[in-house]
């Protein structure tokens, strides 16, 4: 089953830089949009506080995917599974 869904993230760090958004700046508390069987590098999408949203070339979309499969195994107590788009 593929699922789209979001995780808000701690600050992101690439290359000793703060992964922040284009437009505001915000580089913590950052949303992670996330397709669960995704595992390309190709760019994540990220969305800031204001709803801004970007490709994030520095953060490959297999990196969301494999922190949902972890959550999912590990913890699928803390997912909140009504937010998720199921497709």
Known sequence: MN????????PLFK?????ACPVCGQDDDLTLIIDSQDFSETAALLRC??????AEPR??????????????????DLIDWSEAQRL
């Open 59 to 76: 953060v490959p979309r297999r990196i969301g995917a494999e922190l949902l499969a972890i959550r999912a195994r590990e913890r699928p």
């Open 15 to 19: 290359d000793g830089q703060a992964i």
């Open 49 to 54: 506080d204001d709803a801004h949203q970007w």
């Open 3 to 10: 699922v789209i869904a979001e995780l808000q993230v701690p």
